[in-house]
């Protein structure tokens, strides 16, 4: 089942674009990767979705209702958390936690004592007070409080240092494990390499790729680097092949096509050394911003 | 409504509340203070008001006063309450929606799985009880001053209750037009300057509408449409006037509503 149905959803403010007909589902259970860079539209899809901007056109459908139609509804099983974290000053966490709590029907006491230990939380300290890393903490335990079964995540690590960064990542795979479906945006690859199991790649407001993590590692792409003497980078002037560099002497590009036929190319040559390898997310991310 | 959202909001405002009820309590009183003065001389003060202009004393809604009656003696001060009733006012319906997205708390509050109807229901309830609390101290404020200033004084308590009532509609017409102005600009980055704005340029208007006689600004300042002087001379409202007030609240508080609806929330950038 689809938790997130996009189709052809367009956003402009004015005359300025946020996306252009985006579409993509994310289906129940899975930890869905969302990459782009800064002002590619990853802020602008999730707002549509939780219904804080409206749409220029196309539909968005959580749990199967309709965005524009159905928001409390809808919102009521969603935990969001935005990349910046902003709470009312003057207020002490655990009343912002309280007041949060109020509006989702059950008891969450246990609950906000398990993530606030686990987040090493402080309850008692005004969020005034807080630095920007504590406001992220609260953000998180905030955003688990009422159970969601799906979770907005919006470049979520920001300002966390790197063993709390781990113990959020162990908390969201646990939540996953008890069948949260995860939406994760991200412009760092490494953590959405780390906890993803499909990607979307999102640049100037398209989607320009939507994949499997390893399908997008392995099937596509391979990273060749040739050292030979007299090698030019023209030789490599083939089909398939981009993003030809030249470094100390060797010969590094992509490659997307045959490996025969590659394999056979490479082996005209008088070899000095040969590597192929897959390229990292990065790598290819790059690659889809050139 | 949402209780949660109601309580939160009153919460938030019950200092700014208190506030303005001491200011608004502490002018009364000190007015009030000078009444046996002004009674006892009412003779002298009449003939130093006759030296001056006309306009000038039409401008202050000072023509047509009987200083030495408790009612006109009211009425001649309840124009300064009004002025900070309408700034309060202001303050709140400028500030309503408008705080939450400059301290970027709307992505909070605009997340739970409440409607943006019932969002606003709460947070207009909320803000009209703090108004309504400020008007209950005022109110007693105002019966006590007058039992230790008056001096035994006779006044027609009708009038003065319909004086003392009116400031609800009169707040109500500064709060949703102060709500729908601040949804129709893009970003207020300050509430004070804007409320100070509307309360004290509706004041003007309704000063210059004496000083010109033909021009019809009555029509959209509350300053008119609420004039003491008129009320209680006349022991009434002037009808008239005060249906146009509750139909430009009433328009304006229908825009804020969907225009809130319809809003973007933009992220914060």
Same mark, same amino acid.
């Given at each position: 089942?689809?938790?997130?149905?996009?189709?052809?959803? #367009?956003?402009?403010?004015?005359?300025?674009?946020?996306?252009?007909?985006?579409?993509?589902?994310?289906?129940?259970?899975?930890?869905?990767?969302?990459?782009?860079?800064?002002?590619?539209?990853?802020? #602008?899809?999730?707002?549509?979705?939780?219904?804080?901007?409206?749409?220029?056109?196309?539909?968005?459908?959580?749990?199967?209702?309709?965005?524009?139609?159905?928001?409390?509804?809808?919102?009521?099983?969603?935990?969001?958390?935005?990349?910046?974290?902003?709470?009312?000053?003057?207020?002490?966490?655990?009343?912002?936690?309280?007041?949060?709590?109020?509006?989702?029907?059950?008891?969450?006491?246990?609950?906000?004592?398990?993530?606030?230990?686990?987040?090493?939380?402080?309850?008692?300290?005004?969020?005034?007070?807080?630095?920007?890393?504590?406001?992220?903490?609260?953000?998180?335990?905030?955003?688990?409080?009422?159970?969601?079964?799906?979770?907005?995540?919006?470049?979520?690590?920001?300002?966390?240092?790197?063993?709390?960064?781990?113990?959020?990542?162990?908390?969201?795979?646990?939540?996953?494990?008890?069948?949260?479906?995860?939406?994760?945006?991200?412009?760092?690859?490494?953590?959405?390499?780390?906890?993803?199991?499909?990607?979307?790649?999102?640049?100037?407001?398209?989607?320009?790729?939507?994949?499997?993590?390893?399908?997008?590692?392995?099937?596509?792409?391979?990273?060749?680097?040739?050292?030979?003497?007299?090698?030019?980078?023209?030789?490599?002037?083939?089909?398939?092949?981009?993003?030809?560099? #030249?470094?100390?002497?060797?010969?590094?590009?992509?490659?997307?096509?045959?490996?025969?036929?590659?394999?056979?190319?490479?082996?005209?040559?008088?070899?000095?050394?040969?590597?192929?390898?897959?390229?990292?997310?990065?790598?290819?991310?790059?690659?889809?911003?050139? | 409504?949402? !209780?949660?959202?109601? !309580?939160?909001?009153?919460?938030?405002?019950?200092? $700014?509340?208190? =506030?303005?009820?001491?200011?608004?309590?502490?002018?009364?009183?000190?007015?009030?203070?000078?009444? $046996?003065?002004?009674?006892?001389?009412?003779?002298?003060?009449?003939?130093?008001?006759?030296?001056?202009?006309?306009?000038?004393?039409?401008?202050?809604?000072?023509?047509?006063?009987?200083?030495?009656?408790?009612?006109?003696?009211?009425?001649?001060?309840?124009?300064?309450?009004?002025?900070?009733?309408?700034?309060?006012?202001?303050?709140?319906?400028?500030?309503?929606?408008?705080?939450?997205?400059?301290?970027? =708390?709307?992505?909070?509050?605009?997340?739970?799985?409440?409607?943006?109807?019932?969002?606003? =229901?709460? !947070?207009?309830?909320?803000?009209?009880?703090?108004?309504?609390? =400020?008007?209950?101290?005022?109110?007693?404020? +105002?019966?006590?001053?007058?039992?230790?200033? $008056?001096?035994? !004084?006779?006044?027609? +308590?009708?009038?003065?209750?319909?004086?003392?009532?009116?400031?609800?509609?009169?707040?109500?017409?500064?709060?949703?037009?102060?709500? +729908?102005?601040?949804?129709?600009?893009?970003?207020?980055? $300050?509430?004070?300057?804007?409320?100070?704005?509307?309360?004290?340029?509706?004041?003007?208007?309704?000063?210059?509408?004496?000083?010109?006689?033909?021009?019809?600004?009555?029509?959209?300042?509350?300053?008119?449409?609420?004039?003491?002087?008129?009320?209680?001379?006349?022991?009434?409202?002037?009808?008239?006037?005060?249906?146009?007030?509750?139909?430009?609240?009433?328009?304006?508080?229908?825009?804020?509503?969907?225009?809130?609806?319809?809003?973007?929330?933009?992220?914060?950038?």
């Amino acid at each position: 089942m689809s938790v997130i149905e996009v189709s052809h959803l #367009t956003k402009f403010y004015g005359k300025s674009r946020g996306i252009v007909d985006v579409s993509f589902n994310v289906e129940e259970g899975e930890i869905f990767g969302f990459i782009g860079p800064n002002g590619a539209g990853k802020s #602008t899809t999730i707002r549509l979705l939780l219904s804080l901007i409206h749409p220029t056109s196309g539909t968005g459908k959580v749990f199967g209702l309709d965005v524009t139609k159905h928001g409390p509804e809808i919102r009521r099983s969603i935990g969001y958390l935005p990349s910046e974290v902003f709470y009312y000053e003057g207020m002490k966490v655990i009343d912002l936690l309280k007041y949060s709590a109020s509006f989702y029907e059950g008891n969450f006491t246990e609950r906000m004592k398990y993530l606030s230990e686990l987040m090493e939380l402080e309850m008692n300290r005004r969020i005034s007070d807080l630095s920007f890393g504590n406001k992220k903490k609260v953000g998180i335990v905030q955003g688990l409080l009422h159970n969601p079964k799906l979770l907005f995540l919006d470049e979520p690590t920001s300002g966390l240092d790197p063993l709390m960064q781990r113990k959020f990542f162990d908390l969201i795979r646990e939540e996953n494990k008890r069948g949260v479906t995860v939406f994760f945006s991200s412009h760092i690859l490494g953590e959405v390499q780390r906890l993803c199991n499909r990607v979307g790649i999102i640049r100037e407001g398209s989607m320009v790729e939507i994949s499997d993590i390893r399908s997008l590692q392995q099937n596509n792409y391979k990273k060749i680097s040739v050292t030979a003497s007299g090698l030019t980078p023209e030789f490599f002037d083939t089909p398939g092949v981009t993003n030809v560099q #030249t470094e100390n002497g060797s010969v590094n590009f992509f490659f997307k096509g045959d490996i025969n036929a590659m394999v056979q190319k490479v082996s005209s040559l008088k070899l000095d050394d040969v590597t192929i390898e897959e390229p990292t997310l990065e790598e290819i991310f790059m690659h889809y911003y050139e | 409504m949402d !209780k949660m959202i109601f !309580k939160h909001e009153f919460l938030i405002r019950i200092k $700014s509340v208190i =506030t303005w009820s001491l200011s608004v309590s502490a002018l009364l009183f000190v007015f009030f203070s000078f009444f $046996s003065v002004f009674a006892d001389q009412a003779e002298m003060m009449n003939q130093m008001l006759e030296k001056f202009p006309k306009e000038l004393l039409i401008a202050f809604g000072m023509n047509n006063m009987n200083y030495h009656t408790v009612l006109g003696y009211i009425s001649f001060y309840f124009l300064f309450i009004q002025l900070l009733l309408a700034i309060q006012a202001g303050n709140y319906g400028f500030g309503l929606v408008s705080i939450e997205e400059t301290e970027m =708390t709307a992505d909070f509050l605009l997340t739970r799985p409440v409607s943006r109807a019932k969002i606003l =229901t709460s !947070k207009l309830m909320a803000a009209l009880a703090s108004m309504l609390l =400020t008007d209950i101290f005022m109110w007693i404020s +105002m019966f006590t001053a007058i039992s230790i200033f $008056s001096e035994g !004084k006779d006044y027609d +308590m009708a009038t003065l209750l319909l004086l003392l009532f009116s400031v609800i509609l009169f707040q109500l017409f500064f709060f949703s037009v102060g709500l +729908m102005v601040s949804l129709l600009v893009k970003r207020v980055r $300050s509430v004070t300057p804007y409320s100070l704005g509307l309360a004290f340029g509706s004041y003007v208007l309704s000063a210059f509408s004496g000083v010109f006689g033909d021009v019809k600004l009555e029509y959209i300042t509350p300053f008119k449409h609420f004039e003491p002087a008129y009320i209680v001379n006349n022991r009434a409202l002037n009808t008239p006037l005060v249906l146009i007030n509750v139909v430009i609240t009433v328009i304006a508080l229908v825009a804020g509503y969907w225009l809130y609806l319809h809003r973007d929330i933009h992220a914060v950038s």
